[in-house]
């Protein structure tokens, strides 16, 4: 069978030697929504490559489910117009988060973008001040007073005083009752009643939150931009501000953070003090990153690597020879 180049987009470490991709055929029509998601299984018996097709679906996120769906891992997929596919070894199940997205009727909010399970819940966040969680009767609005629909302009644009929700990017936790989100306004704290917004330093786009073990929490964003701390003692800025730098995503690994951006792959040593951003010259693009235990996952539009502890290692695609 003939190969489709494809781009890749996001990936996922399902374990140590499983994977999966979301990615977009490079023949396929810029306008036209459709997603193909690849598994690789290294200890498959066969061709350790499979793959499935999403037409009209624009993958932005995909996650694990271990608890939030049933009582077996799944693996959950994310549209920006809120439709969710779930797959496991022996079938597969759909859901929608129905008011979120623009093929709608009013009101809109426009799309989502991030789908993360946080101590066995599944929640997920986007424009327009978007969270919505995922309950025994499917998915609501878990966002309260931070979500906003999109404003119908006036005729008499002198009359219009827009409030626009704000674009979360991202969303963290410990528990139901202990929760953070980040996006194009700040960061926002959610202690079992209310969301309410955190006082930060800089006025920068952040793109992902991170909730680590101890207790710190960590975003970064546009322009180079990283944080730290907590709603009750406050995020100090420990910035390293690059005018062209968008630090797009970060995990922890082997006492280290791992940024995604798009001048490629960096490494921060936060146990240092005033430790700064190392750029890891072997990868030239980096456009999304997981970890899982011993191995980190990333990936560019045309290429996968994975990270353990024998070192750098590029995992082929077969469509990209």
């Known amino acids: 069978m003939k190969s489709t180049p494809i781009t890749f987009g996001k990936c996922l470490a399902i374990e140590d030697d499983y994977y999966m991709f979301s990615s977009r055929p490079d023949g396929i029509d810029d306008s036209a ?19 499935l097709d999403l037409p009209n679906f624009t993958t932005v996120s995909i996650c694990s489910s271990i608890k939030a769906i049933g009582d077996r891992r799944k ?38 973008n991030s789908l993360k399970e946080i101590n066995g819940v599944l929640y997920a ?89 101890d207790g710190v929490i960590w975003a970064c964003g546009l322009n180079g931009a990283i944080l730290r ?18 630090l797009t995503k970060m995990v922890f690994f082997q006492n280290r953070i791992y940024f995604s951006s798009n001048e490629g792959l960096f490494s921060l040593d936060y146990k240092k003090e005033k430790s700064k951003l190392y750029k890891i010259k072997e990868i030239k693009e980096c456009d999304d990153i997981l970890v899982h235990k011993e191995t980190l996952l990333y990936i ?17 695609h077969p469509d990209l020879k």
């Not at 709603?231 to 420990?238: A, C, L, V, Y």
Request: charged letters at 25%; one cysteine or more.
């Open 33 to 51: 929504e459709f997603s193909r998601i690849f598994f690789y299984d290294a200890q498959s018996s066969g061709d350790p490559w499979r793959h």
């Open 75 to 112: 693996y959950v997929i994310l549209s920006k117009n809120g439709e969710i596919s779930v797959y496991w070894p022996d079938g597969a199940s759909t859901e929608n988060i129905a008011e979120a997205g623009v093929d709608k009727e009013l009101p809109i909010y426009g799309y989502l």
């Open 125 to 213: 966040c986007g424009g327009g001040g978007q969270i919505y969680k995922r309950g025994k009767n499917g998915w609501h609005d878990f966002a309260e007073n931070l979500r906003k629909q999109s404003p119908t302009p006036k005729a008499n644009l002198a009359l219009n005083t827009l409030e626009i929700g704000d674009d979360i990017s991202d969303i963290d936790g410990y528990s139901e009752d202990d929760l953070y989100a980040a996006g194009r306004d700040g960061i926002y704290h959610f202690d079992g009643r209310l969301w309410s917004k955190v006082d930060i330093s800089t006025d920068e786009i952040l793109m992902s939150i991170f909730c680590a073990p």
């Open 229 to 246: 701390g907590d709603f009750k003692n406050g995020f100090k800025d420990i910035s390293h501000y690059d005018d062209n730098m968008i």
């Open 300 to 316: 560019g539009p045309k290429k996968i690597t994975i990270f353990n502890n024998n070192g750098h290692r590029e995992l082929k």
